[in-house]
């Protein structure tokens, strides 16, 4: 079974610039998560959906992030303009369902915003 | 908001030295409890997980986490490291019964010495 697919798996940008992560979760998962991971803290949840509706994004900063799942599959993530505090491993998970519990983890974007 | 606190940040072990991995959670109410496990260069993969039932979970390699209710942790444990096990660990706990957003503490690492 493939697993959770992410893509690039870094990117430098200068602060100001705009940025896009994409994830294509497991096949058949409905539920796709994006974490923001901040070296040395534990992931934190920006976004949730369930097929292509958000089921939270109480976490994401909204005035410029800003994520997509249009068909149901897979994802983009973008950040405009990025900020310095934006460095930080973008992480995309997937679940079965919305209550299935185990989140299956992409290996993950490395951006850092100079 | 729950709260997750892990309470070592890196935690170095001989081989064969038994290991344990402080979790305690901020939530009085019903929870999900998870271990995550980060080995180096690669992505976070569930290493075991406590639903209900029996408070002694056992998961993946050897490793098995208790859950105290009273003492509002989720302890995880191994009897004897191997080099192998030096990895990221993080303890994550859902909350409630309509939440499944996953709350990460900040993860401890583990540097087995051969």
């Known amino acids: 079974e493939a697993g959770v697919a992410q893509s690039p798996r870094y990117k430098i940008i200068e602060k100001r610039q705009s940025v896009a992560f994409w994830c294509n979760p497991i096949?058949?998962?409905?539920?796709l998560y994006w974490y923001q991971q901040i070296l040395g803290q534990g992931p934190k949840l920006l976004i949730q959906?369930?097929?292509?509706?958000?089921?939270?994004d109480s976490q994401l900063p909204k005035d410029r992030f800003s994520a997509e799942r249009l068909k149901g599959v897979d994802s983009t993530l973008k950040i405009q303009p990025a900020k310095l505090e934006d460095s930080a491993v973008y992480l995309c998970?997937?679940?079965?369902?919305?209550?299935?519990?185990?989140?299956?983890f992409g290996p993950g974007t490395r951006l850092t915003v100079t | 908001a729950q709260s997750v606190s892990q309470h070592n940040h890196h935690v170095i072990l001989s081989e064969a030295a038994s290991l344990e991995l402080g979790c305690n959670y901020s939530?009085?109410?019903?929870?999900?409890l998870f271990w995550y496990v980060q080995y180096p260069g690669q992505h976070l993969q569930l290493l075991l997980k406590?639903?209900?039932?029996?408070?002694l979970v056992k998961g993946i390699k050897g490793f098995e986490a208790e859950f105290i209710k009273s003492k509002f942790s989720f302890n995880l444990r191994k009897p004897s490291v191997q080099w192998s096990d030096t990895a990221e660990y993080f303890c994550?706990?859902?909350?409630?019964?309509?939440?499944?957003?996953?709350?990460f503490g900040k993860g401890t690492k583990l540097s087995v010495i051969p």
């Open positions: 096949s058949g998962h409905a539920t």
């Open positions: 959906f369930q097929n292509n509706g958000v089921v939270d």
């Open positions: 939530y009085g109410g019903t929870v999900n």
């Open positions: 406590y639903f209900s039932g029996d408070p």
């Open positions: 994550a706990v859902i909350t409630g019964a309509g939440s499944y957003q996953l709350t």
């Open positions: 998970a997937s679940s079965l369902g919305h209550k299935t519990y185990e989140q299956y």
